[in-house]
């Protein structure tokens, strides 16, 4: 398993964007959730992504 430094990556420049659509009623409480967690859903979500790739890699 590779191990990735969670959370913002220092001197990366993130130019790519992933756009998803959802209902607003569960983008609010999404958002709600995270913010009273003291989280960022751009980190979290970047977090899931690097944890499906590395869960998917496992299986090479």
Do not use: A
Not at 23 to 31: A, N, S, V, Y
Request: charged share 30%.
């Amino acid at each position: 398993m590779v191990n990735r430094k969670r959370g913002r990556p220092s001197g990366k420049i993130k130019t790519s964007k992933i756009e998803i659509i959802v209902e607003p009623d569960l983008k609010e409480q999404f958002m709600t959730l995270v913010h009273s967690n003291n989280q960022y859903c751009s980190i979290l979500i970047r977090e899931w992504i690097i944890d499906y790739i590395d869960r998917n890699n496992k299986q090479d």
